[in-house]
Every structure is written in C-alpha cells, then in structure tokens.
C-alpha cells in the first residue's frame, strides 16, 4: 500500500472547519482512502473513507481531488474534543489475510483551542 | 455491545517475566488484530487472526504469540519480557462483510518493562 504525507501538526479555532490535509501522489486506481483518529490514551476511531467521490457522514467530510492525489478531511465544526491525532491511509480492497491490515504513519495532530 | 475490551489498562514487568494482555470483542466478528504503539509514533501491526484457530504474524511479531480459540478471544502472550517491548498495545477486530476497512479498537494497555 502506498505512503501518505501529512503535516506533523495543525491547529484550529473551536467552532471553526478544520481541514487536514493529505497528500498521496503514487496512489494505484483500486486504493481507498480512510481516516482514523486518536484521541489521546484512547484506541484509534475510524472517521470516513472514500475511493474517488467526496463522501460525508455525521463526523466528517472527505474531498478528494480529480486526480486522487491528496486528499482533505473537514471538520465543520471543531470543537474541544477533537483535539487528536488523524490519520490518512491508503488501503486497496483486501482479501483474507489482508484484510484490516493497515499502515499508520504518524498522522497530524490537530488542536483545537477555545 | 461493549465492543473491543483489552485487560488490563497498565502493567509494569520486570525484564525476563511473563503475561498474558486479554482482549475480547462481542461484535462476532472473524478477524481480529493486535498492533503496538511506541512513544509519538503510528501503530505497528504484531499479529493477526482471520477466525478462530487461525493466526498468523505482522510486521513486529518477535517476543510475542497468539491463540485464537474462540471468536471472541484474541490473548497476545510475552514470554520472556524486554525494555523494548515498553509500548502500548492495541486490540481490534473488523467484521467479515464487505472491503471496508473500518477497524474498531480497545482502550489499550500501557506495558512498562524494567
């Protein structure tokens, strides 16, 4: 599965969007791409995932460029609690035994303040 | 539901002991994972299990073994413990259906070994 390039850490206002921001130049057609976060002390949270169609659900928004070469996780919203770790991760449609294998890098740590 | 449980939440070995981390999941789901997490870096994949009676090893699976003799129950055994396996552990399980990688994790166990 190819890599992705996040910057190390990002800050944002409580109640504004919070863009993050994913670069992934050498994706293969078939790759998703899936974000996590991580609350500190906590176990990763899945957030939202897509192939080539922005996507959102009732956490998060994802938009993906045309040419599927990065990639922006928005949070409408900020608020305290989503002060954590995220992270972009490319992962191809697994059978068997790599299924659920996934690469996490370091991810961005996102804060938010009041 | 209470979905991925791991016992305990810390522990601190001396060099050369042994434990077992628990984790147990009631989400029915066949495949479950263990990942390791060192001080401000992203998670490392130590084993996995695509069902029950079935295991097989990560990217970092030396000092470690499995069993997977039930659905639900996926130990992660250290037999002779180091500094280096110091970390914290992560459990998680995915369920079967589909190729979406939505992984759900316990709260971890913060190992010590001195």
């Known amino acids: 599965d190819a890599k992705t390039t996040q910057p190390t850490s990002m800050d944002c206002a409580e109640g504004r969007a919070a863009n993050l921001p994913c670069n992934h130049s050498?994706?293969?057609?078939?790759?998703?791409v899936y974000w996590y976060r991580q609350i500190h002390s906590q176990g990763p949270q899945y957030i939202i995932h897509g192939l080539k169609n922005n996507e959102t659900n009732e956490m998060a928004s994802l938009i993906i460029t045309e040419d599927r070469k990065s990639s922006t996780l928005i949070l409408p919203h900020a608020t305290l609690r989503d002060t954590a770790v995220y992270y972009c991760?490319?992962?191809?449609?697994?059978?068997?035994?790599?299924?659920?294998?996934?690469?996490f890098g370091r991810g961005t740590q996102l804060t938010v303040w009041p | 539901n209470a979905g991925v449980t791991q016992t305990p939440k810390f522990r601190i070995l001396k060099i050369g002991q042994s434990m077992t981390l628990q984790c147990t999941q009631d989400m029915n789901h066949n495949y479950m994972y263990w990942y390791r997490q060192d001080p401000g870096m992203g998670l490392k994949l130590i084993y996995y299990?695509?069902?029950?009676?079935?295991?097989d090893k990560g990217e970092v699976p030396n000092g470690y073994n499995v069993s997977r003799s039930t659905t639900e129950d996926f130990p992660l055994r250290l037999e002779l413990a180091a500094p280096s396996q110091t970390s914290v552990y992560f459990c998680?399980?995915?369920?079967?259906?589909?190729?979406?990688?939505?992984?759900?994790f316990g709260s971890g166990t913060q190992l010590s070994v001195l």
């Open positions: 991760i490319l992962k191809s449609p697994g059978r068997g035994s790599t299924l659920g294998r996934l690469y």
């Open positions: 998680a399980s995915r369920g079967r259906s589909g190729y979406n990688e939505k992984l759900f």
């Open positions: 050498t994706i293969s057609g078939n790759e998703y």
């Open positions: 299990s695509v069902g029950a009676g079935i295991t």
